[in-house]
């Protein structure tokens, strides 16, 4: 079975973005992107000079022992990876860092520099946040653009949010002044179990990238990580009768809101996302 296929918007060099800290609950989308760079055998062709951007009382640099016995410093850098899109050898560009602790807009001006050198078209920023879901149901993903043709082919919405907004939200505000088409995907993460990682929100995030983007990810033991994140939730959740009582109450609101989806054009979705990775070698 053939994957759908993306808009054109989608179909050229695409920017994927997350970044550490405010925008990440879980460490859900730093992790999405650290796995698509492994799983597509991404290569580093830049990084951001972390002088001009972090208060390094606040990311620190982190100091190690090498395999060598050279004690090397890790600094807080932020990085420009490229992979191929399996289908086509399209670039895809990863962008992996720690939300700045100054000079955004001069931050979000050099990534997207490197953008219109590495000939992005599309820009996908990636979030976490903390929100009343049960951990026993689907991470509710919510995927948003304020660019017509997306949101006509994807039938997606604008985003409606107004408030404190962090790198992703700069970082797509100018991408948008450039001229490039933008996507917002964020992932709910019970914030019962905030404390990372979170294994289900970015199984659940890279499911969506691989829907979007209509390219198959090696998922790994993503699943499995998923579901041993979820029976050791179960089990503190069985420790304490409140916090048992509390998860139901989410169950069951979260069953009510979501009943129209369990239809047959729901089912036949996850049906066929299923055999495009059966069908897909190393899957």
Not at 67 to 76: H, N, Q
Not at 97 to 126: N, Q
Not at 193 to 210: G, M, Q
Request: hydrophobic share 40%.
């Amino acid at each position: 079975m053939n994957a759908p296929q993306p808009p054109d918007a989608l179909r050229g060099a695409v920017m994927i973005a997350a970044f550490e800290g405010w925008n990440d609950a879980g460490s859900a989308a730093s992790q999405a992107v650290v796995h698509l760079h492994q799983a597509w055998d991404a290569e580093q062709v830049d990084e951001l000079d972390p002088e001009e951007y972090h208060d390094f009382q606040v990311n620190r640099p982190q100091v190690a022992t090498d395999p060598d016995g050279v004690r090397r410093i890790t600094w807080p850098v932020t990085s420009i990876a490229v992979a191929e899109r399996p289908s086509d050898g399209t670039e895809l560009v990863l962008v992996h860092g720690i939300e700045p602790s100054m000079r955004w807009r001069s931050y979000c001006a050099e990534l997207l520099d490197a953008a219109e050198r590495l000939g992005v078209t599309t820009v996908i920023t990636l979030g976490a946040l903390l929100a009343d879901v049960p951990h026993t149901r689907p991470i509710p993903i919510t995927v948003t653009s304020d660019d017509a043709e997306i949101r006509a082919a994807l039938d997606l919405d604008r985003s409606t949010y107004e408030g404190p907004t962090g790198i992703v939200g700069v970082l797509a505000h100018e991408a948008r002044e450039r001229g490039m088409s933008t996507l917002s995907m964020w992932a709910a993460v019970p914030h019962y179990v905030a404390h990372p990682p979170s294994p289900k929100a970015t199984l659940a995030l890279l499911t969506k990238i691989e829907e979007l983007l209509g390219e198959a990810i090696d998922v790994g033991e993503l699943p499995e990580d998923a579901e041993a994140w979820q029976n050791g939730v179960d089990e503190l959740a069985a420790e304490d009768s409140e916090i048992a009582e509390y998860v139901q109450q989410l169950e069951e609101a979260k069953d009510t809101a979501e009943l129209p989806e369990a239809s047959g054009e729901a089912i036949a979705r996850e049906f066929e996302r299923y055999l495009r990775r059966r069908d897909t070698p190393g899957s």
